[in-house]
């Protein structure tokens, strides 16, 4: 295992499985309007095929998995649809958080957690200290997550800290402020459901990520699709504005 970030300073070997992978979760209402079901029916399914890719996931050797499942701009969807998302966090949440710690995943999630319900708070806080030492792959869920929002954040904590920067600071200073400082930016995005956008999701992470669309909507992915995706990856170089000679071994 290579102890080399994935950033845009270091190149990271493509051969290899991506350390990290970032995926936005899209095509559950479309899944669920194929079959003539309600849209949320779609957001069920969802959940299982983010069982199998974090089982997947485990298998290959990926250290990172983050998984967008509310963005900042979900909230402009019908009340009844964000309300049953809501109930099927907690649900979630309440049901999975044992079995992962099982499982050695350390869970986080990312996000503005203020507009969230108490109770919901708790079972994200809950499931994050439960798993918080453990050693195996690390899950962070982006909930009411916006990839302006994490800048933002992340220059307004860096001020709070560090007044004195206000006239000058460095993208290294800023680094460890985002919501994941901890984690190599992602080596690989994928995007279902057949839009091809970043709908505000890491935009500062992604810099240098290789991107992948697949037409598949999310609750058809499973393992098969993420190999599709990891095999594209593997298939690509990675040059960070380098010229492809200069990456050749001399
Ligand atoms: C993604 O699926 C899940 C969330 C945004 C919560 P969608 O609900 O966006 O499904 P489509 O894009 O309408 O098919
Ligand atoms: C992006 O999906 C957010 C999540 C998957 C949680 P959307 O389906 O909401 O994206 P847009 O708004 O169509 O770009
Ligand atoms: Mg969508």
Redesign the pocket.
Known sequence: MSLLPSSTRSIPDVAAVPRHIAV???GNGRWAKKRFMPRVIGHQQGVEALRATVKACRDMGVEYLTV????S??WRRPADEVSFLMGLFIKVLAREAVKMHEKNIILKIIGDRSPFDAALQKAMQDAETLTANNTGLTLTIAANYGGRWDVLNAVKAMLHEHPERVENFTEADLQPYFSMSEAPEPDLFIRTGG?Q?I?NFMLWQLAYTELYFTDALWPDFDRAELEKAVASYQARERRFGRTSEQLKPT
């Open positions: 936005i979760m899209d967008f499942a509310f963005s701009e979900n839009e956008r709908s």
